[in-house]
């Protein structure tokens, strides 16, 4: 017993709330990666080991799996601190966010750069609870990064289809160009 | 000499120059913002300068790489905050002396500092310019593998208490780096049969996950902050002189500097470790070091300003990256159809000094700059966190989506920036991510041209400067395990007594 005891201090470190989730999480993916590799790998006859496709794919998830679990015991092995669910909460808070940008991608090609940034802003500060003169400024900083990035860096984001909807002429194409 | 004015006329162009301004000066100020740093805004930004001039797009990210840092001291002397993670150490000496009424001094040393070793860091890498073009032939592939090997093991090994976890975090880059497409033999790699998978993970979508939208999803979920700050009185061209007073521990500082930032994965802690514990350990004051001492100022900021200048050594040498930044620069160089590697110095020893000297003017343009605008920055730094978050969200749209247009990448740089929040929660690191993906690409295509002329292990060692790579893992890595087992014995012998 002892030696076990001995053993574990010796991957003792600092941890923090929810490490032991994380832990399980990526040996759990390492593991998965690990036997999907004979299907998503090639062995390829007469090419040396070291030139082999599946040479690196193999090195670095076996890489992975036996730095996993030697983290894996090393959380076990520390003292846990409680809080694990409402760290996990964080981390499933941010979500949000994520669907607020992918929301945010989705429109662009649809209501074009200007528009849908100019909506974007505002409406996510007013989400973060910001009221009154805030909004502006967000508004104007959309402005800002869509002049500063399409219209004088030419950055390469398509025009919105919405720009379709205007008349064909020389307000479309500059619309399509610049906004 | 000829290869040096060839440099001053690639850069004597307007458009060069402005770049230059625009990013020392963008560098500056995105350094003050807490939050950003300069990783963020070089993800952003880098899309955004595929359709500039390839010279005019890499010295506008190179001014943000070198001044971020000038920035980063700002807050971290007056509101205890660092701006960028290196400016951590200049909280401990520089905050007190603000509390002290010495925000100016500390400030003017700060800057004085990191003008000094950031032009004696160039000006040793132009002097080793020659000796490098001679060295760098050297290397072939074996080496550019054990280097690339070497940068591995050091950026785990640097992790202290975190090696597992540095570990995982590279093999997991490396394993990234292999998704899609094999091109030797093109068979697939881990593409699970999609064909969104296929063209493999991009790095610019990696880091702009990893690094600029899990800073957003963290700022937007954490509560509101807006720091409060106060106007910065008093001379700042004299405060900057007072470094002079302190010119031994400035060019010690740098010296630590040049030489961790020249060694992968090692970097700027190592280096301000090393400058911090000298200055303390030489100083007639030691007790005041972390109380406000001037000289702890001088150390931290001398060692980190150093870095950057001399992280370009390998990066431009042998085309191996130490740290993500550097990482990111190789990316900005492969964008900009820039080749990074031995061949560089024999083939382009111009664009090499043009970037030294570019390096040097950043620095001049940064100095000149703060000894003006500190007051001015300060109301930067007060933008409310949560605004900042969806600043940040809204930049990273255009880094990402600019790339290829795809939704795609959006959404693996969405999924990268949760992992990301993760991660800097239970504060596991990110680095080794971005440097696996990149060292790892390296070493597959090195090994695999350097093995078909090798036919025993011994082979493989039987050049300088292989052995000397390949003595130096092993040491590094046995050295490290008799360290741990070493203070494990000690704990134990400890609680025991």
């Not at chain 1, 750069?113 to 009221?131: I, Q």
């Not at chain 2, 990783?39 to 971020?68: E, H, K, R, W």
């Not at chain 2, 060295?135 to 072939?140: L, Q, W």
Request: charged content about 15%; aromatic content about 10%.
């Amino acid at each position: 017993m002892s030696r076990i005891r001995t053993f574990q201090e010796l991957f003792r470190r600092d941890r923090r709330r929810g490490d032991l989730v994380f832990a399980l999480a990526f040996l759990a993916l390492a593991l998965v990666l690990l036997a999907a590799m004979p299907t998503e790998t090639t062995w390829v006859k007469r090419t040396k080991l070291f030139a082999q496709p599946a040479f690196w794919p193999a090195v670095s998830v076996v890489a992975m799996t036996v730095f996993a679990a030697l983290h894996l015991l090393g959380s076990f092995s520390s003292p846990r601190i409680p809080g694990r669910l409402q760290e996990a909460l964080y981390w499933a808070r941010s979500l949000e966010w994520a669907a607020w940008f992918l929301a945010y991608v989705w429109v662009v090609p649809l209501a074009g750069y200007l528009l849908s940034t100019l909506v974007f802003c505002p409406l996510l500060c007013l989400r973060l609870g910001y009221r009154g003169r805030t909004l502006l400024v967000a508004s104007g900083f959309g402005l800002a990064v869509v002049v500063v990035f399409k219209s004088l860096l030419s950055v390469k984001i398509p025009a919105g289809a919405i720009y379709e909807a205007l008349p064909p002429g020389a307000l479309r194409t500059f619309m399509m160009v610049n906004f | 000499m000829d290869a040096l004015l060839s440099g001053i006329d690639l850069l004597a162009r307007l458009d060069v120059l402005m770049a230059l301004l625009i990013g020392s000066i963008g560098g500056v100020i995105i350094g003050a913002i807490p939050g950003v740093g300069p990783a963020v805004a070089i993800a952003i930004l880098l899309p955004a300068t595929f359709a500039l001039d390839p010279l005019v797009g890499l010295v506008m990210l190179l001014g943000i790489y070198g001044s971020s840092m000038f920035g980063g001291a700002l807050p971290a002397i007056l509101i205890n905050t660092p701006g960028t993670a290196v400016n951590a150490l200049t909280t401990y000496d520089g905050h007190p002396m603000t509390q002290r009424g010495e925000a100016v001094r500390a400030l003017g040393l700060a800057y004085g500092a990191s003008f000094v070793s950031g032009i004696l860091s160039i000006l040793a890498l132009i002097l080793l310019s020659p000796l490098l073009a001679r060295v760098a032939p050297m290397f072939g592939s074996r080496e550019i593998f054990l280097a690339a090997l070497l940068g591995i093991v050091l950026v785990i090994l640097a992790h202290r208490g975190q090696t597992f976890a540095a570990g995982m975090m590279a093999a997991f880059g490396i394993f990234l780096g292999t998704i899609g497409l094999e091109p030797v033999k093109y068979t697939q790699r881990y593409t699970f049969g999609q064909d969104w998978l296929a063209s493999g993970v991009d790095l610019i979508v990696v880091i702009l996950g990893l690094f600029a939208l899990s800073q957003a999803f963290l700022l937007l979920n954490d509560p509101e902050e807006a720091p409060t700050t106060q106007r910065v009185e008093g001379s700042m061209l004299r405060a900057i002189g007072e470094v002079f007073r302190f010119k031994r521990i400035a060019a010690i500082g740098s010296g630590f500097g040049v030489l961790m930032g020249m060694i992968p994965g090692v970097g700027e802690f190592t280096a301000q470790f090393l400058s911090y514990t000298y200055a303390q350990k030489t100083s007639k004051d030691p007790d005041l070091f972390g109380k406000g001492s001037p000289e702890g100022l001088v150390a931290s900021e001398s060692a980190n300003n150093a870095v950057p200048a001399a992280a370009m050594i390998p990066l431009l040498a042998l085309g191996i990256p130490g740290e993500a930044l550097t990482a990111m620069m190789l990316s900005v160089f492969y964008v900009h159809n820039v080749t990074p590697g031995p061949g560089l110095f024999q083939t382009q020893l111009d664009f090499v000094y043009a970037l030294y000297i570019a390096m040097i003017l950043l620095n001049v343009i940064v100095v000149v700059f703060m000894l003006f605008a500190s007051n001015w920055l300060l109301r930067i730094i007060r933008i409310p966190t949560r605004f900042l978050g969806m600043m940040i969200l809204t930049l990273s749209f255009v880094g990402v989506y600019s790339l290829r247009n795809s939704v795609t990448d959006c959404a693996i740089a969405a999924g990268f920036g949760v992992f990301g929040l993760v991660l800097k929660r239970l504060n596991l690191p990110i680095v080794p991510i971005i440097l696996g993906m990149v060292l790892g690409g390296i070493m597959e295509v090195k090994l695999r041209s350097a093995m078909a002329r090798v036919k025993t292990p011994l082979d493989f060692v039987d050049r300088p400067i292989a052995a000397l790579l390949a003595v130096a893992i092993v040491l590094l890595v046995g050295l490290h395990i008799v360290n741990v087992l070493r203070q494990f014995l000690a704990r134990r012998v400890q609680r025991e007594e």
